[in-house]
């Protein structure tokens, strides 16, 4: 097994490296990684007994958009020795690799998804995280004091917050990360603004109506709500995007069920040779934006 990996490591990093000759071949590498470490963990909870999230997390480990903003959390917090890392992220497989690779201390929140608790700490406790640990939190509203993480970081979240809640929620991470700490945030990003309003909620769950679902920014509407923050520095901006339209795809209503679900193992891989990061949304297809701040000592 081991070997098997190893030789699938060194495989994907030859061909990354020819295709790509360099180009953003870290964080597709690290990208990698991390979906390796989630296969691993889907075969000890099979090992386990743990069938049903086992299979999850073996047909869908890593998301077509998660590849690279994971290696880019994973950067950051891996610059700090023993970090206190706070995730409100979406989902939560890079906050139990954190766990297991940085050795510091990891607290993975949701406003009130049961699947923290039944899937994510179960998983910690098959790789025996006792540094690891989960909790409801409102992410406009955060229960925790001032001054205490060194790193936060929030993928595909804060964009479904209504009103004023993706800025409140980016205020309350300064609140609470320590002074010289980081913060990561990934968001939609399109051309053009829009919000999406559904039948269906964040999870999947219906609804009766349609309600807010999420923003769609654009480079505006990032300048007025999340660029400009009190007490935190903007070190990096990055736009997310593709080459060939894949996503409205695999992540639409176009494929049937079946080839969905089929689909969903080679989202990482399509990712590594599709997806690319990069200051500006001047050609391809812009799908996200991510920022990196440090808050100010």
């Known amino acids: 097994m081991h070997r098997a990996r190893i030789a699938l490591e060194t495989g994907a990093t030859i061909f990354l490296d020819v295709l790509f000759k360099g180009q953003s071949l870290f964080y597709r590498l ?21 069938t049903t999230i086992g299979l999850k997390l073996l047909i869908a480990s890593v998301g077509y958009w998660r590849l690279l903003p994971n290696a880019v959390v994973w950067e950051e917090a891996a610059a700090i020795p023993h970090p206190r890392i706070l995730d409100v992220s979406s989902p939560k497989l890079v906050s139990l690799y954190l766990a297991a690779r940085t050795g510091g201390d990891v607290l993975a ?66 609140r609470v990360t320590k002074p010289g700490g980081v913060i990561v945030v990934e968001v939609p990003y399109r051309r053009k603004f829009e919000e999406v309003f559904r039948k269906t909620d964040s999870k999947g769950a219906a609804l009766e109506r349609e309600e807010f679902f999420e923003r769609r920014y654009d480079a505006a509407a990032l300048e007025q709500k999340l660029l400009q923050v009190v007490g935190l520095r903007l070190e990096r901006k990055m736009i997310l995007g593709e080459w060939l339209a894949i996503d409205p795809v695999i992540n639409g209503d176009r494929l049937p069920r079946l080839l969905r679900i089929a689909a969903l193992p080679w989202e990482p891989w399509l990712a590594a040779v599709n997806y690319w990061m990069r200051p500006d949304d001047s050609a391809g297809h812009p799908l996200a934006a991510l920022m990196v701040y440090r808050k100010v000592a």
Not at 30 to 50: C, D, P, Q, S, W
Not at 146 to 154: A, H, L, P, Q, R
């Open 30 to 50: 690290r990208g990698l990684r991390i979906y390796f470490f989630a296969l691993g963990t889907a075969v000890r909870l099979l090992a386990a007994g743990r």
């Open 109 to 174: 929140t949701d406003l009130n998804d049961r699947e923290i608790f039944n899937r994510w700490l179960k998983m910690a406790e098959i790789r025996g995280l006792s540094n690891y640990r989960v909790e409801y939190q409102d992410a406009r509203q955060l229960a925790l004091p001032d001054s205490t993480f060194d790193v936060v970081y929030s993928l595909s979240v804060i964009e479904h917050i209504p009103g004023n809640g993706d800025r409140e929620a980016l205020q309350e991470f300064a």
